[in-house]
């Protein structure tokens, strides 16, 4: 498996190479908007990233406060959102559990493919450091605000297979009173060739000996989105 860490810090534009690949049916937006009305709302986007999220919602949302670990990856994501015309946004180098903002800041906390990092990079403890993280969120929240975590449910699969090291997270967020819902959110590669880079890039040669010969133009990936109201 390819060092995460390495490829934020260091590979942020073949990172995004990749996530522009993903949700080529375009359901990830309808089924966030299914859960919070983004209208003259202000949105923090935790784990921006390269501002996967964050160029959704900037064009419907009040404010965008985009924050990431990884300044490459918001130096993408600023520039993404400069050049699709969005004035409603800051990015700024941040940990999830320690964000420099006022209490009651938003109205939508939302993170992308980057809470579980939480748990991954923690391992013995990942429960105190999730713990923080949703902590942290509730503190930034207004009164009736929302929060949205969104993770892989499997990768190459057409229905969810979640992946062990995640399992327990996703049960702690269901204790916790998360709803979840999944949907399908597919790569489309321009080719075969390309599928074959960006997939070793970032899932390494087992995902590739996983799917074998049967790796075409479409990868499926199943997401899930967990939510609940402060």
Known sequence: MPN?????????????????????????????????????QDVI????????????????????????????????AASRLKDQGSGNYLAAASDHRHVPLDARSADLVISGWSFCYLVVWEEQNW?????????????L???????????TLGTG????????????YFQYLERAGFQRVWLRTDYQFQDREE??????????EEMLDKIGDELGPVLPECTGIWWKKK
């Open 141 to 151: 929240l207004r009164d009736d605000g929302k929060i949205i975590i969104i993770e």
């Open 4 to 40: 995460h860490r390495k490829v934020y810090k260091q590979e942020a534009q073949n990172y995004q190479r990749l996530v522009a690949r993903e949700d080529y049916q375009e359901n990830l937006l309808p089924a966030i908007l299914e859960i919070a009305d983004l209208d003259h």
């Open 195 to 204: 599928a074959l880079e960006l997939v070793q890039f970032f899932f390494g």
């Open 127 to 139: 429960e105190t450091s999730l713990e923080a993280g949703l902590q942290e969120i509730d503190r």
């Open 45 to 76: 986007d935790l784990g921006s990233g390269t501002g996967r999220l964050a160029c959704l919602l900037a064009p419907i949302a009040r404010s965008v406060f985009a924050f990431d670990l990884f300044p490459q990856m918001l130096g993408v």
């Open 157 to 168: 699969v057409t229905s969810p297979e979640p992946p062990e090291k995640l399992q327990e």
